[in-house]
């Protein structure tokens, strides 16, 4: 499967939603802004979101599976050209509990994000509610924005702007304020709706590939396999790449694999595990 092309699709449909979003915002108009206007808004909000969660879901459920049963392919190819035989059971379902739990750490995670959609917009609603208020009549206001809007109010009202002026200045004041459409709010820190979904699905993918590679191994009884090296790795995963690890952590020889060690080991970790055997390895170091 292509990572890379499953997660810019995954992308392109938030990056979509975050630019309907802007465009809801945008359209407000701060010198009519009122209850109604911002009931209008939320019910448009609370759509988009559904919307998007609709789309996770059918993303998520489509492309986390194919990226699992492909690596499980691959995996079972590698271990019959290995010599290997099916000899273990694994318990019955596991590659399918495997795939929904995939699926559903994924969706925890996108739904969350879509959450904070709402998030956003109503704090794009104050403000729009205090320029408002500052266009009507000048008055005092609260929190960073609506400081700054009732800065440029009180400059006009000192200066004898016209209130279109003002209104312009304000409109865009607030269209800056939608400028990148850093709609995702997680951990007090606010993202790029579009890189947000392209980073959860490449983390979530590949966490795919590889517990399809070690399910798979568990089937045929094998216990090696490493982590190719990859050109320009980070200082993170120069630990780990070109490794060889035991599934098992049994081996005399090689140490285990463990959630420190097994990849992806960070959100844009580019790395993957892969069935190895002894022989290919004194294969190589013959050569």
Sequence with gaps: MDVNAEARRLKVIYQAAANTLADVLRAADPASFDGSAAVRIRDRVTMLIASLDRSARAWAKKALAAAYRAEQMVTRNRLLILGKKKTARLPAGRHERTEKELIRQTLEDLYKANATFS????????????????????????????????????????????????????????????????????????????????????????????????????????????????????????????KIYSISGADPEYPPLTDENRPPIHPRCRHYVRVVSRSTLKFREAL
């Design 119 to 242: 998030d956003v917009a109503e704090q794009y609603l104050g403000m729009l509610a205090e320029a408002n208020r500052g266009i009507q009549k000048v008055q005092a206001f609260t929190g960073a924005e609506e400081a700054e809007i009732a800065e440029m109010a009180a400059r006009a009202a000192r200066q004898g702007v016209a209130r279109q002026t003002l209104k312009n200045q304000i409109r865009d004041f607030l269209a800056e304020k939608l400028k990148g459409e850093a709609f995702i709010r997680i951990n007090g820190r606010n993202y790029n709706a579009g890189k947000y979904a392209e980073l959860v699905a490449r983390v979530r993918l590949r966490e795919a590939a590889t517990e399809a590679t070690l399910n798979s191994a568990k089937e045929y009884d094998h216990d090696l396999v490493e982590i190719p090296a990859k050109g320009g790795s980070c200082d993170i995963c120069q630990e780990i790449e070109g």
